[in-house]
């Protein structure tokens, strides 16, 4: 009877000490990180970024998976119907506070366990350069002053319907008082800056970071950043605000993993991601692409997340794309 007695309380002493040596190993393979945005978007470059500084600190590879479509509630849902077993984290965006009020998914922040936010964008208006220089458009003053005297006619695009860059363009036309024609694009800014540069759309309503290899190969002309300072990589484009108009508007991008996460294993992440952001070498790639690095830790960013759901569907019934309640 002592035997078996002395054999149980071996096993239970095994089992319960099991998920302890698992989570001093964790982790001990890759990690896939989802973005539910298209490459070589804003979102794709920064994860990128983060994920070569977070490797770094977990001494394992993180491979990025694009999980694209319908306006990027894809791969937001896929991230917190991943295993909770920390191998699998993902990029959220200002778009999650936007899919139940427009009916697209119940999935909310509720739905998963954040562990930083990264940046915070803000949108700019840019313009196709041979359009602008066609029609007399210089600044934001001559491009508004265009709008209203073709009202309905200056297309701009701006990823998904009801994301991010789709409400800026409502940002736009409020606060100029002008109509314009919002274009969608469902994988996200990239595609949009592209017809842009090519002469499809007259422009777009996309970050300044997003918009870059295009203004820079002079395809496209920046007018105007919706930011109270002016970006780094383009110190000469004048804010919004110095122009006269108080168009003040961004997206933001945050680390998060599924709802069960274990707990030792989240801080484990955690204090990777509070590492990883002071990282010269992202320091710099985040500066280079004209990213803004704007970190809070885990319970700041639940707190802020909590705080978009109730400001972006307030938002968005002000531009019209849900009823007020």
């Given at each position: 009877m002592k035997k078996k007695l002395l054999s149980l309380s071996l096993a239970l002493a095994m089992i319960m000490s099991l998920p302890v040596t698992v989570l001093a190993d964790y982790p001990d393979k890759g990690i896939t990180a989802i973005n539910p945005w298209g490459a070589g978007g804003g979102t794709d470059n920064?994860?990128?970024?983060?994920?070569?500084?977070?490797?770094?600190?977990l001494g394992v590879t993180i491979t990025v998976d694009n999980l694209t479509g319908a306006g990027g509630v894809i791969g937001h849902e896929a991230i917190a119907d991943a295993d909770n077993d920390g191998y699998t984290i993902g990029m959220i965006?200002?778009?999650?506070a936007s899919y139940k009020p427009l009916d697209m998914s119940d999935y909310t922040y509720e739905n998963y366990i954040p562990l930083c936010r990264v940046?915070?964008?803000?949108?700019?208006?840019?313009?196709?350069?041979k359009w602008a220089e066609e029609n007399s458009v210089?600044?934001?003053?001559?491009?508004?002053?265009?709008?209203?005297?073709?009202?309905?006619?200056?297309?701009?695009?701006?990823s998904s319907s009801g994301s991010v860059w789709h409400v800026a363009g409502g940002y736009l036309m409020n606060a100029a008082d002008i109509e314009i024609k919002?274009?969608?694009?469902?994988?996200?800014?990239?595609?949009?800056?592209?017809?842009?540069?090519?002469?499809?759309?007259?422009?777009?309503?996309?970050?300044?970071?997003?918009?870059?290899?295009?203004?820079?190969?002079?395809?496209?002309?920046?007018?105007?950043?919706?930011?109270?300072?002016?970006?780094?990589?383009f110190p000469d484009v004048p804010t919004c605000e110095e122009q006269g108009y108080e168009i003040l508007y961004a997206t933001q991008r945050g680390m998060a993993v599924p709802l069960g996460t274990d707990e030792e294993?989240?801080?484990?992440?955690?204090?990777?991601c509070a590492a990883a952001i002071e990282d010269p070498e992202f320091v710099e790639a985040m500066a280079n692409l004209g990213q803004k690095i704007d970190y809070l830790d885990g319970p700041a960013y639940g707190e802020y997340l909590a705080g978009a759901a109730e400001d972006v569907p307030a938002a968005m019934a002000t531009v019209g794309l849900i009823e007020e309640e």
């Open positions: 920064c994860l990128r970024a983060f994920c070569s500084a977070l490797e770094k600190q965006t200002w778009e999650l940046n915070t964008d803000a949108a700019a208006i840019t313009v196709n350069t210089t600044d934001l003053a001559t491009f508004i002053d265009y709008c209203k005297a073709h009202p309905g006619e200056v297309t701009m695009g701006g919002m274009i969608t694009y469902s994988d996200g800014a990239a595609p949009a800056v592209k017809a842009a540069a090519q002469g499809e759309i007259t422009g777009v309503t996309v970050s300044a970071a997003e918009a870059r290899s295009f203004v820079e190969s002079g395809d496209l002309t920046m007018l105007g950043i919706m930011d109270s300072v002016r970006n780094d990589i294993i989240v801080a484990k992440l955690g204090e990777a």
